[in-house]
């Protein structure tokens, strides 16, 4: 069992690592690792992959960390350690991809419709630099949701832990899970697509369970389940030679 919890002890040592120097000793968090939306000066494409190793605080990193033990140990131990690997940074990086196209087409409406209204790209962009809005052309809340996605960066392994949550739902889909904030246990095969669909209703409405003051990216969330499903069912008709998936 523990060459299978190496690869899995060795994401969460490196997450850890990251967090507090990034913390403890910088002081802040990393902004040129952070996934920020392209037309931002500080996108690079390298942070598709760097985000998933930065986190917005102590609970969004244990909670993360939590599901990748608890939900990808069973999985490393049927893959191994490369395919495991493979799956983890694959769904992460779509993720990222997933949430960023997302952004892209909100972006280019409100764009659109500030174009559409006679604005031009300098107006638009003194808007960025006041945090200023004209309302007889947008509502303050499309304004603020312009204004983050173009400043607001993502971080965090969340897409890939989505990914491996759709993996082990597909494969122990009987298993049943047990939660805090669930007085009885319930089937994966439930409370993981449960979980996925309360994701894409959030990101579609704006809805926030958590209250206004802390920003998650649903739709990261749901690119990385969607991804990992789409992996998962391509593996299961072409499996390796090694017999990767049972």
Do not use: C
């Not at 395919?83 to 892209?104: E, P």
């Not at 304004?143 to 392994?157: L, T």
Request: positive net charge.
């Amino acid at each position: 069992m523990m060459k299978y919890l190496n690869v899995i002890t060795a994401l969460i040592a490196i997450n850890l690592l990251f967090f507090f120097v990034s913390q403890s000793i910088i002081g802040h968090r990393l902004d040129p690792l952070e996934l920020y939306f392209p037309k931002n000066e500080h996108a690079g494409i390298w942070q598709f992959f760097t985000h998933m190793f930065m986190h917005g605080g102590i609970f969004h990193l244990l909670m993360n960390m939590f599901g990748l033990w608890m939900f990808g140990t069973p999985l490393a131990k049927i893959w191994g350690k490369t395919r495991f690997l493979i799956f983890y940074f694959t769904t992460g990086i779509g993720a990222a991809i997933f949430y960023t196209s997302i952004n892209y087409y909100r972006f280019d409406t409100i764009y659109s419709q500030l174009t559409n209204a006679g604005l031009s790209t300098a107006d638009i962009q003194a808007m960025f630099d006041k945090s200023a809005y004209p309302p007889s052309i947008i509502s303050e809340e499309t304004f603020v949701q312009f204004y983050q996605i173009m400043h607001s960066p993502m971080v965090g392994a969340s897409g890939a832990i989505y990914g491996i949550l759709v993996a082990f739902g597909t494969m122990f889909p009987n298993t049943k899970l047990m939660f805090i904030f669930l007085p009885f246990p319930i089937a994966a095969k439930y409370f993981i697509p449960a979980l996925i669909a309360l994701d894409l209703f959030l990101g579609l409405t704006g809805f926030s369970i958590f209250g206004g003051s802390i920003s998650i990216a649903h739709f990261a969330h749901v690119g990385g389940a969607l991804v990992g499903f789409l992996l998962v069912m391509f593996w299961r008709k072409k499996p390796s030679r090694s017999n990767f998936i049972q």
